[in-house]
């Protein structure tokens, strides 16, 4: 008799496998380099192609009786099933491949074999000569398949970060050649001559074409009700649709917004606080703005003071290497636009120590001083405290290296892990640190600032998921759009016109922070309910201890009953 678990087993293996082969970047980023010489094939041609191992592979997984294998098998085959759907939408429906330009960068694939040393600097020059090689007929063929109404937006965004891969053509590849030639491997590096001089010829050509498209695109930014819903449900994996999100997030701006005001009445001794109170009490905090030359070690000091709390106040075990392996860099340029920090933490499959990135892009030098000082003081010093814990300790960081140690029959949970649940459990983590009292041991006016800024990060995040939904579902106008922002959520209005363009070129992702927030905040008090007695490090152990699930499927894993926000 066949083994059901053997067979899903096996069926997930293959099916993995294919995805990465069809995606060799995606491969990469993952940590598995056996296509580290190639990129993808953009063409219509291999999305056919890709479109017939996705039902096949559907199918297949159709045909296995999960319903007879172990829990955490059974859960990871309806992560895949989710997965292979996904895809099959994004082939089918939404059809980005056609309209975004931004998704045709061969840069992200160079970036990554020189970002990290998971091999020696000759191999990944080797795989990198590749790429190279592969860069004009990919450019090409990319131009061929953007035959959509392209929007302008992402045809500006696409050529502001084509300028960052031809920057890392020529500054980063040369300097990665030039260390070959010391380290006595100038063959390596004589290797690259041709192809890097043929792949930057490519990416100047491309950014002539994107430099007309710009002048030209009339595309349409929202994806319309019908898409939208489609690929929130696949996003966050939740039974919670569009008009749920919006109803929740309504009320949940009330009672944020309250709490602000308090807060901000108690730091002032305010008898009678308002909005304006809340205002006043957030400029004088954003007075204490770094500077390009020092966000990026107020943000190395704020992460070994997040670190340091969440340690000595036992809210979850962190690794004893952490903080070595954890690098406070300035974003790469290929990778602005979108957000002003994020976390890279090594590849979900890969084998070899390397470090995680906490990426923090400073202002752009083109912009003007009054954006540029409006920019710091969003970024103010306090609000630099509230991100290292979002993107580092509790948060991101912690999370995925907790992550990275779950092991299971399959790697579908590792390879396809959830936004939905690593985005909530980093807002999440905010919230922990400030009812814990985080810089309460400096002093309590710091404490009292840390906490507005977390205050205005679940304004803001809360704002996200109504700019989201009504964005892509309706006719929000920029003007609607910024008064929400700037009157509600107290933002600068730098900030506030980044994340309008942040808006427009990305769907559903900015609903994951809210939606993900609500449900590990809910799990996380059925969980202490249930475990009467345990402490806060062995819940959050015990929570980050199953991978980076969904969270529908953190509730199954940690046997609590289904939740519907």
């Known amino acids: 008799m066949t083994d059901p678990?053997?067979?899903?087993?096996?069926?997930?293996?293959?099916?993995?496998?294919?995805?990465?082969?069809?995606?060799?970047?995606?491969?990469?980023?993952?940590?598995?380099?056996?296509?580290?010489?190639?990129?993808?094939?953009?063409?219509?041609?291999?999305?056919?192609?890709?479109?017939?191992?996705?039902?096949?592979?559907?199918?297949?997984?159709?045909?296995?009786?999960?319903?007879?294998?172990?829990?955490?098998?059974?859960?990871?085959?309806?992560?895949?099933?989710t997965a292979l759907t996904s895809e099959l939408v994004a082939h089918t429906q939404l059809l980005e491949a056609q309209w975004n330009p931004m998704t045709h960068n061969p840069g992200r694939g160079i970036a990554v074999l020189l970002a990290r040393d998971f091999a020696p600097l000759p191999e990944r020059l080797a795989s990198l000569a590749g790429r190279l090689r592969a860069t004009p007929d990919y450019l090409a063929a990319a131009r061929a398949r953007l035959d959509g109404?392209?929007?302008?937006?992402?045809?500006?965004?696409?050529?502001?970060?084509?300028?960052?891969?031809?920057?890392?053509?020529?500054?980063?590849?040369?300097?990665?050649?030039?260390?070959?030639?010391?380290?006595?491997?100038?063959?390596?590096?004589?290797?690259?001559?041709?192809?890097?001089?043929?792949?930057?010829?490519?990416?100047?050509?491309?950014?002539?074409?994107?430099?007309?498209?710009?002048?030209?695109?009339?595309?349409?930014?929202?994806?319309?009700?019908?898409?939208?819903?489609?690929k929130l449900w696949l996003t966050l994996d939740t039974p919670m649709d569009g008009p749920t999100l919006l109803a929740r997030a309504q009320v949940d701006l009330d009672r944020v917004s309250e709490q602000i005001v308090t807060e901000a009445g108690r730091l002032r001794g305010a008898a009678r606080a308002d909005a304006g109170t809340v205002r006043d009490v957030l400029d004088r905090l954003a007075d204490d703005a770094p500077t390009g030359a020092t966000i990026l070690d107020g943000a190395r000091t704020a992460l070994r003071e997040a670190i340091a709390f969440t340690r000595d106040h036992g809210l979850v075990t962190v690794p004893d290497d952490l903080e070595a392996m954890l690098e406070v860099i300035e974003m790469p340029e290929i990778d602005r636009g979108i957000a002003v920090a994020h976390c890279r933490p090594p590849g979900a499959l890969e084998t070899a120590a390397l470090p995680t990135f906490f990426a923090v892009s400073p202002a752009p030098a083109s912009w003007s001083p009054e954006r540029i000082a409006s920019f710091y003081r969003e970024y103010n010093s306090h609000m630099l405290y509230d991100?290292?814990?979002?993107?580092?300790?509790?948060?991101?960081?912690?999370?995925?290296?907790?992550?990275?140690?779950?092991?299971?029959?399959?790697?579908?949970?590792?390879?396809?892990?959830?936004?939905?649940?690593?985005?909530?459990?980093?807002?999440?983590?905010?919230?922990?640190?400030?009812?814990?009292?985080?810089?309460?041991?400096?002093?309590?006016?710091?404490?009292?600032?840390?906490?507005?800024?977390?205050?205005?990060?679940?304004?803001?995040?809360?704002?996200?998921?109504?700019?989201?939904?009504?964005?892509?579902?309706?006719?929000?106008?920029?003007?609607?759009?910024?008064?929400?922002?700037?009157?509600?959520?107290?933002?600068?209005?730098?900030?506030?016109?980044?994340?309008?363009?942040?808006?427009?070129?990305?769907?559903?992702?900015?609903?994951?922070?809210?939606?993900?927030y609500l449900e590990v905040r809910e799990a996380m008090a059925d969980l202490r309910a249930a475990r009467l007695g345990a402490s806060e490090r062995e819940l959050h152990d015990e929570a980050l201890s199953h991978g980076s699930l969904p969270p529908r499927h953190l509730r199954e894993a940690l046997h609590l009953e289904a939740a519907y926000l």
């Open 5 to 81: 678990a053997a067979t899903f087993a096996s069926a997930a293996a293959v099916v993995l496998a294919d995805a990465l082969e069809h995606n060799p970047v995606r491969a990469s980023l993952l940590g598995v380099h056996a296509y580290d010489d190639r990129l993808p094939d953009p063409s219509a041609e291999a999305e056919d192609g890709r479109l017939r191992d996705v039902r096949s592979a559907l199918a297949a997984l159709d045909s296995i009786p999960t319903e007879d294998i172990g829990e955490p098998d059974a859960i990871d085959a309806e992560i895949l099933r």
């Open 149 to 230: 109404p392209i929007p302008r937006i992402h045809a500006e965004t696409a050529l502001a970060q084509f300028r960052g891969t031809l920057a890392l053509l020529d500054v980063v590849v040369p300097g990665a050649a030039a260390q070959a030639v010391d380290q006595g491997a100038g063959q390596s590096a004589r290797a690259l001559e041709q192809p890097l001089a043929d792949a930057r010829a490519a990416v100047v050509e491309h950014l002539g074409w994107l430099e007309a498209l710009q002048a030209t695109a009339t595309g349409a930014a929202r994806l319309g009700p019908e898409r939208y819903a489609a």
């Open 387 to 516: 991100l290292a814990v979002h993107e580092g300790v509790p948060g991101h960081a912690l999370q995925m290296a907790h992550s990275r140690r779950y092991r299971g029959n399959t790697d579908v949970r590792r390879a396809y892990w959830s936004g939905t649940f690593t985005e909530g459990w980093a807002v999440y983590a905010e919230e922990l640190v400030a009812d814990h009292g985080f810089r309460a041991d400096a002093s309590p006016e710091l404490a009292g600032a840390l906490r507005m800024q977390q205050l205005k990060m679940q304004l803001r995040m809360i704002i996200n998921a109504i700019l989201d939904v009504r964005f892509h579902t309706g006719e929000l106008s920029e003007g609607e759009a910024m008064t929400l922002m700037i009157e509600r959520g107290f933002q600068e209005e730098g900030e506030a016109a980044g994340k309008w363009r942040r808006v427009q070129l990305t769907s559903t992702q900015l609903s994951t922070y809210y939606v993900g």
